[in-house]
């Protein structure tokens, strides 16, 4: 019998004994349950499968989308002052992020910049989830004061100005901007939005058009962006082909803490999947960088997505009502997304401190040891239960310093590299 | 009323457990067919014939029956749930969307978001008076592919 077929037998002799304890023996260097097996293979990154089509973007998957969306991606003059691209933020040598606890454009941001890859698996976008795709997550940040602190009147004419043909090779014709006022925006600063206002209903549908296509090209190059295989894929790999030798691509110190990981710090509850995360919005009781006034998160982006123009049941959006499934059934009455933040991917995670939505921590043990104390939210209430806490259900995280330290060893072999499709 | 025909794949979950932090009440019960809390109804969950993966969007079925077995037309469900080991509540709120034939509901919008203990509380208002029940379903990993 081959080790595969040995894997699959086992996984059927726990279906029919239920529940007895099975272990993978064989050539194996470090043996796990049958249902462990399950989980490590669960986390491969090849179960992610193809990135899912957006149903809202027609566009893309096209190349030529995505050889405009590169350009506006990297295209500083797309900002008030000239100085801020997409790229400032989410570079290509940083993990398409910047690794700074604050995104950095015109002026400071509120939370930590995330990195792209993986981005096409998520529903929600952002930490708090307040865009449902990625085309319309790239809109936010052109209009943000504290970002590119442009508007769309101003971005739709630079790229008539720069991008003409470009554009009109994947969208058709553009419309007359001509007579429209140099700046004007539903969002920007009074004088702007007057100016928004002021415009004859086509013409801001007609510029709304253009800056969602701007998103849709710039969704269709962060299509190209996705993670590579780590250490750890290769060692799940391994442990399912029953391969001893190939599971020395860990230390016994990973291992630890890939243990760890599985059971005693409850981190696969919600870092689960092959990108290691639920895509779920969760309250850990993350310290608030200001205590007197604590972040909503989800809460405040659930309102926010909901009255977004540019969600998947917009009239930009290219997908039917029946396919925005997510939005169609948001839970908007869960007073447990009260400062709730989305689960970020742990793929490369050792390669981008500082950590948490507003990069509170600045290594990993230190992530690691707020979930080991657990402490009270400052707003809403946190899902962990705290040491000492005597709850039906739920058990403390529970580490031990070593613990700590084989875990944080653990999550480096989550790293590997960031692939740019061409 | 009919038998209903859970697919193997869910119960045969129901029996493994699962590893480490998440492991369910062993007396855990997790039948999908029971009368509701104050008897009034005869609940039947029944879910997709092949178990869906994580974080997929899919539909259940809800059979409802008087305490007799008569199927009950023009009820209405308000449908909530969550992991009550990890104290957060379903990533999705499903509703019923349409009621099918012979007291069959149609239950969209459902969705787990990791594998484990998960509870599916249904409100249900219908002819005989409003009641509640609540179902226990666990969510294990799709078969091991190499």
């Known amino acids: ?422 | 009323m009919t038998t209903l025909r859970i697919p193997v794949a869910f119960a045969a979950v129901a029996l493994l457990g699962l590893a480490g932090c998440g492991t369910p009440p062993k007396d855990l019960d997790v039948s999908l067919e029971k009368p509701s809390a104050a008897g009034v109804y005869r609940v039947a969950l029944v879910p997709p014939a092949q178990a869906p993966a994580i974080n997929q969007l899919h539909s259940w079925k809800v059979k409802l029956a008087a305490a007799d077995g008569t199927p009950v037309h023009g009820a209405r469900f308000a449908v909530d749930g969550g992991m009550p080991q990890h104290g957060h509540g379903l990533p999705t709120q499903p509703r019923v969307t349409r009621e099918l034939a012979d007291g069959s509901y149609q239950l969209d919008g459902m969705k787990f978001s990791m594998t484990g203990w998960w509870e599916v509380k249904l409100a249900i208002e219908g002819p005989q008076g409003a009641d509640k029940v609540t179902f226990n379903t666990v969510v294990d990993h799709p078969r091991v592919r190499p």
């Open chain 1, 1 to 422: 019998m081959n080790s595969l077929a040995r894997v699959i037998a086992a996984l059927a002799a726990v279906g029919v004994t239920a529940g007895a304890a099975q272990t993978l023996t064989g050539s194996l260097r470090d043996r796990w349950s049958s249902q462990e097996v399950a989980t490590l293979a669960s986390m491969r990154l090849k179960e992610a499968g193809p990135r899912p089509a957006d149903p809202s973007n027609a566009y893309e998957q096209r190349t030529d989308a995505a050889a405009l969306g590169r350009a506006l991606f990297n295209d500083a003059r797309l900002s008030s002052n000239g100085q801020v691209a997409c790229a400032s933020c989410h570079s290509a040598d940083k993990q398409f992020q910047d690794g700074k606890p604050f995104g950095q454009g015109i002026g400071t941001g509120k939370r930590r910049t995330m990195p792209l890859m993986g981005a096409a698996h998520s529903p929600f976008l952002f930490w708090d989830g307040r865009k449902d795709s990625a085309w319309s997550q790239a809109l936010g940040p052109f209009e943000d004061a504290a970002e590119h602190g442009a508007n769309r009147v101003r971005l739709a004419k630079l790229v008539q100005e720069h991008y003409k043909v470009s554009y009109e090779t994947v969208f058709g014709p553009m419309p007359e901007l001509g007579r429209l006022p140099d700046d004007a925006s539903p969002t920007g600063t009074p004088a702007e939005q007057a100016a928004w206002t002021a415009m004859p209903e086509r013409d801001r549908e007609a510029v709304n058009r253009v800056f969602a296509n701007m998103g849709k090209s710039i969704a269709a190059f962060e299509r190209t962006l996705s993670y590579g295989e780590s250490r750890f894929d290769r060692y799940a790999e391994a442990t399912l082909a029953g391969d001893g030798q190939g599971q020395e691509v860990l230390s016994q110190q990973e291992v630890r803490g890939l243990r760890l990981f599985l059971a005693k710090g409850q981190c696969v509850t919600c870092h689960n999947g092959p990108l290691l995360t639920d895509h779920a919005f969760h309250n850990t009781g993350v310290p608030p960088i200001d205590r007197t006034r604590p972040d909503r998160g989800r809460a405040d982006g659930l309102r926010k997505l909901l009255q977004d123009e540019f969600n998947c049941l917009g009239r930009y959006s290219d997908a039917r009502a029946e396919q925005c499934g997510e939005l169609q059934f948001l839970a908007t009455n869960d007073p447990g997304q009260l400062a709730a933040f989305r689960t970020p991917s742990l793929r490369n995670v050792a390669e981008r401190p500082p950590y948490m939505h507003a990069g509170q921590f600045t290594s990993l043990e230190q992530v690691l040891e707020h979930y080991a104390k657990s402490p009270q939210a400052v707003l809403g209430h946190s899902e962990l239960a705290r040491p000492g806490e005597k709850h039906a259900e739920r058990q403390a995280i529970r580490l031990s310093a070593a613990d700590i330290q084989d875990l944080a060893a653990f999550l480096g072999t989550l790293t590997g590299p960031v692939v740019q499709a061409r």
